[in-house]
């Protein structure tokens, strides 16, 4: 067992999994079934989760807290068990939201203070509607929480491009989390919540759930409705679940997934569960499992001890009777211009509709004209990351640019696409790191946005070919002088809409690595012990 | 009538038309007219961020429809672009519209001018979603209304092929009358659910080439639409003659002061950067619901135009009247049903007593009286019930009337009928004769004229209800004879 453990509260009782505090911490399939039972009520729970929230206020996962609104849902929740009803499959689960979904009512700003009426994080926008997952969120009985912190509209891969504060990272808060959900990752990895959603464009959910040492699932494109995420880069967005183990991201993921008219993207074909069948799996079930290594993933610049743990694990499913093979996506070296150009392109596209007209910041200079307004609201209500995005994509789009830059960039997208299915027919799933390296230091990459770009290049191809894909902790880096453990993540790409296959192996991997579940520590400066990352444990 | 001199127009139409649906292209919002401002929204139409276009199908086939009416070629699959520019009035930043894959390419507007056949060829006919409308106050204030921001419409574009005016409007009125027959659209140039915006250059006569054009905004009449393009036409001939050069622009006609005056000029147009919304997957149609919606099309007014002619044997004119919306269509087939005997007298007798009665509303016609009352009358005076002009007096009441009597209630009622018994006729003839002797003798002198004068007396003696035609040939007769006596 690694040593990693929480300190989640004081006095808290430690990995056991049945004390009546600290529901946050355990499993969100335990805690249901413990509301469910009437060991525990809801309205508890959300207390608990609400004071873990505050006592951790220095990460700066949450952008608003829904303190009222979550007891008076608990209490419903509550009044439903006593009455007998039947209750959902997130019954008293407490979930926070990133923040680019936009919730009834409630505070929305999508990290930016163009969602703002004055440009502060009190004056928040409140959407009139719910986005699709919100409402199912609710029909499932889960406490909506809050809502997390995240980069800028979406746009960053550090959570530091928040308009109002960055997120720090649960294992060492010097660190970024990742993003551009980061809230949301460091939420479920501090064990304010058990689970959370957020939203993955090029690696939004899977590279911060690597850097926060949780599991991110990234779903197929049209699996999950977008109606209602704040929009970044339409043919890529996908909404998605953050858990502590895999179990419970299939969980939420059950409970989100499914066809929406609304949004006409969305896949027609009903969303198998996936939760179920994972109760039963055990080591065995590797046996036969196909596993491809995509070379031009393993020939990136990889962090030396990414590296290591993605070489311990491919081992370990070898001697666990699975088959390992590298396989060939040639393309993938497109990978990063070709979404830098489509998603910057449906970017500028997609933020035209912040104009001051009929919502948010509205920045109107004394006897200015309309484009006064435009230049004015935008101007101070943007900031410099989306900007720097909204003049790259409008460039894209250009007459006289677009078949150079908006065209060539859609075929190398076609191509990627083409290997990956390719690659996927000979393969169950492929085995890539999440990300190059573990959690960098906050400010260490914001100089130089090229460099921040080039971080998304693993979880960039599954996005651009609309794949599900999944991170999960696969070790931890040792600790040093220079910083503590760090988690690693891997990251597995599956089959288009086949979300119960990859989920299968994801947690066949879990089983097979079993590392401790325990939330991050969530304290700066406190020295971890070094520690062997990863334990196979070979079946008898 | 081409531009006078040495020069020759050439006009395209673009035609935007609102299709007659419940409810917006992309949301569940009611495209009514006339709502209180920005009651007709969503999170949708407003643009708000987080929502998404769910595409109207009642739209997609009121839109087909039109296409496959129109002879175009309608394409299986289509594909909703953004068309991007910032304005107050445009909710997302960009109007979602078809653009380099439409609905349909090809086909054309047939109609004729003074009875010679014309085509207007069509480039291509698209869906796309209308803007809201932004009223610009006194004080530099504006305020926008959204609620026909998402209203579905289709551009129908046509070729630069028109020579004249006259021949714009004449393609504009039978696109009308189509689109109302097809229950497209309601046909209402004045509250905008009909648009129409022309593209007019002129060239020398025997040129290939064609002229720098400008687009002519804001016709919201036939009238204006005519009387626009004749004031373009003329401004750019008056250009060419002066040794300058027609500029590329798009101009606003004013209907005051009958001038056209220059809204933006080319270098000012917009770089729409258009892509496809990736919000929207195409637009996909099978080959076999195409051939079922064409199955299912109406008579077009052409079609029935051509029947009335050949069958029934009514005047072209007559026909172009009476086709021109489907209400009237309606009427004058129902009457005609009723009394197939007497076509070219229901349709003169609707031509000039019931259209002044009629008024249009949109889709919807009103009719003071009913194509059975109308039937019964004509069929009245061809059976020499009733002389035409009883026959007149009878339907301003039946137009007033409110209990909804029987033309033979009427006739009842006020006791008319017409004397054609030669016995009580030639008592009045001879009456007429001695009352005015002036007139007879002017007769007998060759003055044939006056036989209308005294005809005239006779009916009037017979308070109207004379048969005027026995009346008039026993007249005659009483005339000639003692002439000849």
New interface residues.
């Given amino acids: 067992m690694a040593p990693h453990r929480a300190a989640p509260h004081e006095g808290a009782p430690q990995g056991d999994h049945d004390a009546p505090r600290d529901g946050a911490s355990q499993a969100a399939r335990a805690l249901r079934e413990r509301v469910a039972r009437g060991d525990v009520s809801a309205e508890q729970v959300v207390s608990e989760a609400l004071e873990r929230i505050d006592a951790h206020a220095e990460l700066g996962a949450f952008l608003h807290v829904a303190r009222g609104a979550a007891q008076d849902q608990a209490r419903a929740v509550d009044a439903k068990r006593r009455a007998g009803e039947p209750l959902g499959a997130l019954a008293g689960v407490p979930v926070a939201v990133k923040d680019s979904?936009?919730t009834r009512d409630a505070p929305?700003t999508?990290g930016s203070r163009i969602?703002t009426r004055t440009g502060e994080l009190q004056s928040a926008?409140r959407?009139?509607?719910d986005?699709h997952v919100v409402e199912r969120l609710r029909a499932s009985d889960a406490i909506l929480i809050g809502k997390t912190n995240l980069d800028e509209l979406a746009m960053g891969s550090s959570s530091e491009h928040s308009a109002f504060f960055p997120v720090k990272n649960p294992w060492d808060l010097t660190r970024s989390p990742g993003g551009s959900s980061g809230g949301s990752a460091a939420s479920v990895s501090a064990a304010l919540t058990p689970l959370s959603l957020g939203s993955d464009t090029g690696g939004s959910i899977r590279q911060p759930a690597a850097f926060c040492g949780v599991v991110g699932l990234k779903p197929s494109y049209g699996r999950v409705s977008?109606?209602?995420?704040?929009?970044f880069?339409?043919?890529l967005d996908v909404v998605g679940p953050f858990a502590r183990d895999v179990r419970d991201a299939a969980l939420l993921f059950d409970v989100i997934a499914g066809h929406d008219?609304?949004?006409?993207?969305s896949a027609r074909a009903p969303s198998a569960p996936t939760a179920e069948a994972l109760e039963r799996l055990t080591l065995q079930d590797l046996e036969g499992l196909r596993v491809g290594l995509p070379r031009e993933h393993y020939e990136a610049e990889l962090h030396p001890e990414v590296r290591a743990a993605l070489n311990r694990l491919q081992a370990a499913l070898t001697e666990a009777g699975a088959t390992v093979v590298e396989t060939r996506l040639p393309s993938t070296r497109y990978a990063v211009a070709s979404y830098y150009v489509i998603a910057t392109?449906?970017a500028?596209?997609n933020?035209?509709?912040?104009?001051g007209?009929?919502?948010g910041l509205r920045a109107e200079p004394s006897g200015g004209d309309?484009?006064a307004l435009?230049a004015e609201t935008r101007g101070r209500g943007f900031g410099a990351e989306v900007k720097r995005r909204i003049l790259l994509g409008?460039y894209a789009?250009?007459?006289g640019y677009?078949d150079a830059y908006?065209r060539r960039a859609q075929a190398a997208r076609r191509a990627i696409t083409a290997e990956l299915e390719a690659a996927l027919e000979q393969v169950d799933v492929l085995l890539t790191p999440t990300a190059p390296e573990p959690a960098f230091r906050l400010g260490e990459r914001t100089r130089d946005p090229l460099a921040m770009y080039l971080t998304d290049l693993l979880t960039l191809p599954a996005s651009l070919a609309g794949l599900p894909a999944i991170s999960l902790p696969c070790g931890f880096t040792g600790a040093s002088q220079e910083h503590l453990a760090l988690p690693i993540g891997c990251q597995l790409i599956g089959r288009r809409l086949r979300e119960p296959e990859l989920l299968r192996a994801a947690r066949l991997v879990e089983l097979l690595l079993d590392l401790p579940g325990e939330p991050a520590p969530a304290l700066g400066g406190r020295p971890a012990q070094q520690g062997e990352a990863l334990t196979t444990q070979p079946t008898t | 009538m081409n531009a006078p001199g040495e020069y020759e127009a050439v006009i395209g139409l673009e035609v935007h038309a609102q299709l007659l649906t419940e409810t917006k292209l992309f949301c569940g919002c009611a495209t009514s007219f006339g709502a209180e401002p920005n009651t007709r929204v969503c999170p949708v139409c407003l643009g708000l961020p987080g929502a998404l276009p769910a595409l109207n199908q009642r739209a997609v086939e009121l839109a087909v429809r039109a296409c496959l009416a129109l002879g175009g070629e309608v394409q299986l699959s289509s594909v909703f672009a953004r068309k991007q520019y910032f304005y107050a009035d445009l909710p997302k930043g960009y109007q979602l519209s078809q653009h380099d894959r439409p609905l349909s390419l090809g086909g054309g507007i047939d109609f004729s001018v003074d009875g010679a056949p014309r085509r207007a060829p069509l480039t291509r006919i698209h869906l796309e979603e209308d803007a809201g409308k932004s009223v610009h106050g006194a004080q530099g204030q504006s305020l926008v209304d959204l609620n026909r921001a998402g209203t579905p419409l289709i551009e129908i574009v046509t070729e630069p092929a028109l020579g004249s005016s006259v021949e714009a409007a004449a393609a504009l009125r039978e696109l009308r009358s189509i689109l109302l027959t097809l229950e497209v659209n309601d046909g209402r140039m004045a509250e905008g659910s009909l648009r129409c915006d022309a593209n007019v250059s002129v060239r020398p006569v025997g040129s290939t080439e064609l002229g720098t054009r400008s687009e002519l905004k804001n016709l919201n009449s036939m009238r204006f639409v005519q009387r626009a393009i004749d004031v373009e036409i003329a401004r750019q001939v008056q250009v060419l003659r002066a040794g300058g050069r027609v500029v590329q622009e798009t101009r606003a006609f004013d209907p005051e002061t009958g001038t056209t005056r220059s809204l933006r000029g080319k270098e000012e147009s917009h770089d729409y950067r258009y892509f496809a919304d990736p919000d929207l997957p195409p637009l996909v149609l099978t080959a076999a619901g195409l051939a079922a919606a064409r199955e299912a099309l109406p008579a077009l007014p052409s079609e029935v135009r051509a029947r009335w002619q050949r069958e029934h044997g009514l005047s072209r004119q007559a026909s172009e009247t009476l086709s021109a919306h489907p209400a009237l269509i309606g009427f004058f087939e129902a009457a005609l049903a009723a009394a197939p005997s007497v076509a070219v007298k229901l349709a003169n007798f609707i031509l000039t007593e019931v259209l002044r009665g009629a008024a249009e509303q949109g889709l919807s016609m009103s009719f003071r009286v009913t194509p059975a009352q109308v039937a019964d009358l004509v069929l009245a005076v061809e059976a020499r019930q009733v002389s035409g002009k009883q026959a007149k007096e009878i339907f301003q009441v039946l137009e007033a009337d409110e209990a909804g009597q029987s033309v033979a209630q009427v006739i009842a009622a006020r006791g008319l009928r017409l004397v054609a018994d030669d016995g009580a006729l030639s008592a009045l003839v001879a009456e007429v004769l001695a009352a005015h002797p002036s007139q007879v003798a002017a007769y007998r002198k060759g003055n044939h004229a006056v036989l209308g004068y005294l005809v005239g007396q006779l009916m009037r003696r017979s308070s109207g209800q004379a048969d005027p035609r026995r009346a008039s040939e026993l007249l005659k007769a009483a005339l000639e004879s003692e002439t000849g006596s």
């Fill in positions: 979904l936009v929305t999508a969602l926008w959407p009139p509607y986005a977008r109606y209602g995420l704040v929009a880069a339409s043919s008219p609304r949004d006409q993207t392109a449906e500028s596209s933020l035209s509709r912040f104009d007209v009929r919502f309309l484009h435009y409008t789009l250009s007459a677009y908006y």
